[in-house]
């Protein structure tokens, strides 16, 4: 599968979270890839597997791995639809992509979070704020987020 997200070059600030796989099953999980979680709030909140040996591929249940909650990541979009900046993304895990809307009302669609520059329709990556504006959830009270500095990106491919 190829990546759904990376982090910018120019983003230096983002928000890490210990994420403990306790779904009762494994789940698959490759680095760059975007997947929902639940908040301390109880809420589902979208959040990007992060550099993790450990979380590169498959997470047990009970296992742990490191993802990004928050900061300005950029995204695969659907490449029929414009964005403008300050608009609210949405991710279609169906299609493995931000769109404008849900696309199904169900725990794998949610709000990404708030459009950071205008993307054409033809783009195909659109920079987003992880988990900010109106529809989007934060991780709550019970998180153990924490800020960290990167300068590493990923290359589109």
């Known amino acids: 599968m190829a990546k759904e997200s990376r982090i910018l070059q120019h983003t230096s600030t983002y ?3 210990e994420y403990t ?3 009762g099953s494994s789940m698959s999980a490759l680095n760059g890839e975007i997947i929902s979680i639940q908040a301390g709030s109880g809420k589902r909140i979208a959040a990007m597997v992060h550099h993790s040996a450990s979380f590169d591929g498959t997470l047990v249940n009970g296992a742990k791995g490191s993802v990004i909650v928050g900061g300005v990541i950029a ?3 659907n490449t029929s639809k414009a964005f ?3 608009d609210q993304a949405y991710w279609d895990a169906s299609a493995n992509e931000a769109n404008t ?3 199904a009302n169900t725990v794998n669609d949610f709000a990404l979070g ?3 520059a205008p993307a054409s ?3 195909v990556w659109l920079e987003i704020d992880l988990n900010k504006g109106p529809s989007a ?3 709550g009270s019970s998180s153990s987020s924490s800020s960290s500095s990167s300068s590493s990106s990923s290359s589109s491919t």
Do not use: D, F, P
């Open 101 to 103: 809307a849900l696309v």
């Open 114 to 116: 708030t459009v950071m």
């Open 137 to 139: 959830h934060s991780m």
């Open 84 to 86: 403008a900046q300050g």
């Open 121 to 123: 329709s033809t783009a």
């Open 75 to 77: 995204v695969k979009k």
């Open 21 to 23: 796989n306790a779904s």
């Open 15 to 17: 928000t890490t979270y």
